[in-house]
C-alpha cells in the first residue's frame, strides 16, 4: 500500500525506534518505495544512517545487565539485552579472525561470539553450554560486521534453549541451537 | 585374564606403541594389576610416564603433513595426523581460557581445538566446517590437559564427517561431529 510522505515518515519513525537494525533495503520494501525516498526520508528527519545507529546504541553499557558473566567476557560487543529473551552483539571480523590464505572468518570466531551471547542473555549467576547444534550458512569475510541475535525459546528447569541467528547485511551466516544449563530455575 | 610378568611386559610394550597416550590406571586395569605394577614394569622397561611420552611426539613437527591451513592456525599442540583419517592435539587450559568466576574453561575455546583439528584433518587446501553438532560432556578446569582426537567417518563429494573427541584423563569432555566441506572429492 502506498502512503502518503506524512504518513510515511512517521511510520518510519516508529519502524526504526521498535528495530533499530532495520537497513534502508528493508525499509524501502515495507514502504513500498525506493531505496533513495528512504534516504531522503531519514536526512529529513535527522535520522542517522544504520551505521550510525549501531555505534550509537553500542555506547550503552550493559555491565549491570548482563548477570551470568561479566561483560568484557562477552565475544563482540553486547547492543541490546532483555534477560532471559533477547539479546544482540555485533562482531567485526579483522585480520586475527581469518585464515591467513583466504581471508574468511574462522568458525570458532563466530562461535564464540554466538555462544557468549547465549551465556549473557541466561538470568542467573551460572550458565553453561550442555550442547549446540550450529550451521555455517555462508562465510565471513574480513571486514564484514556480523550482527548475531539471541533469543530464548525455552526455559524448563535448569535448562534453557537459546537461538542464535548472526547475519552480515541481513543475511544470515550462522545460526545455531544452545542448550544452556542455569544453576537455578527462574520464577514462573 | 592374570599373565606373568614376562608376558605382562611383553603387551605392555605393545600396548603403549599402539596408544602412548594410555594412562597407567587403564593399563593397570587391563592387565588387572595394580598402578603401582605398572609403574615398576615402565620403569624397568625404560618406558617413560604418559606426561613424558605426550611431550616427545610433540616434540615433531607437523608443518609439512597439514595442507588446509598452516601449522600455527591449528588450535592446540598437534602431536598426530593421518590426512583423511585420524588426528590428535593437546591443549592446556590456562588462565586466559577459563571463565574468571569459576575457573571453568569458556565453550569456544574447546570447540576451538576440535574446530581446528576437524579442519586439519582434510587433505586438501580448503576445508571449511558447514554444520556441527556439539556437546559439552562435563566441565573443564584451569590446569587440564584435553586430548583432542578426531576421525573422518565418512567422505562423500565435497562433504567430509569429522568426530572428534576430547577427554581429560581419559574421560570425555566434548564430543562434535563436524560436516566439512572440502573444495575437491578425494580419488576414490
Partial sequence: ?????????????????????????????????????????RLELSIPELRERIKHVAEKNFEDEVKSLPI??????????????TAISIFDVKE?????????ARGHHLFAQANS???????????????ANIHFTRSVKQGERVIAKARVISIENDRTKVEVISSVNNECVFKGEFDMFRSHSPEQ
Wanted: aromatic share 4%; proline share 1%.
Fill in 117 to 131: 551471547l547465549a551465556v549473557a542473555v541466561i538470568n542467573d549467576e551460572l550458565a553453561l553450554t550442555a550442547k
Fill in 72 to 85: 568484557d567476557e562477552v565475544i563482540g560487543e553486547m547492543i541490546d539485552i532483555q534477560l532471559d529473551s
Fill in 96 to 104: 586475527e579472525h581469518v585464515f591467513k590464505r583466504n581471508k574468511i
Fill in 1 to 41: 500500500m502506498k502512503r502518503n510522505k506524512k504518513e510515511r515518515q512517521s511510520l518510519l519513525i516508529e519502524t526504526i525506534q521498535d528495530n533499530p537494525f532495520i537497513t534502508d533495503e528493508d525499509l524501502a520494501e515495507k514502504f513500498s518505495v525506493s531505496v533513495q525516498t528512504i534516504r531522503l526520508d
